[in-house]
Nanobody, 124 residues
Framework: QVQLVAPGGGLVQAGGPLRPPCAASGRIFGIYAMGWPRQASGKERDIVTAINWNGGSTYYADSVKGRFTISSDNAKNTVHLQMNSLKPEDTAVYFC?????????????????WGQGTQVTVSS
């Protein structure tokens, strides 16, 4: 079992930053990926960004490239999502996910465990 805790959502003005963390605990070992899927109201869930512990490869959706950065603290099994230049269209519930995989983490099926989700609202 893997537990994921991702506080840190909230309300932010357009153009502003937000940096929610996600901490994983439990049976954390070997090769795995952690990522940030998000789901906006009325839309399908998509993977915003992900990082794989196997070499640190990262994935970014086109919509966030240049604005979002994922980073990992291996000692703490924590990833941070640095979100800059936020836009109203970034408003969504952001989940943290963990999967035992050597893949990039760009697909939902890469993940075995999902956090509860945190609301991020960007006001215009």
């Amino acid at each position: 079992q893997v537990q994921l805790v991702a506080p840190g959502g909230g309300l932010v003005q357009a153009g502003g930053p937000l940096r929610p963390p996600c901490a994983a605990s439990g049976r954390i070992f070997g090769i795995y990926a952690m990522g940030w899927p998000r789901q906006a109201s009325g839309k399908e869930r998509d993977i915003v960004t992900a990082i794989n512990w196997n070499g640190g490869s990262t994935y970014y959706a086109d919509s966030v490239k240049g604005r979002f950065t994922i980073s990992s603290d291996n000692a703490k099994n924590t990833v941070h999502l640095q979100m800059n230049s936020l836009k109203p269209e970034d408003t969504a519930v952001y989940f943290c996910a963990w999967g035992r995989t050597s893949h990039s983490g760009k697909y939902s099926y890469d993940y075995d465990y999902w956090g509860q989700g945190t609301q991020v609202t960007v006001s215009s």
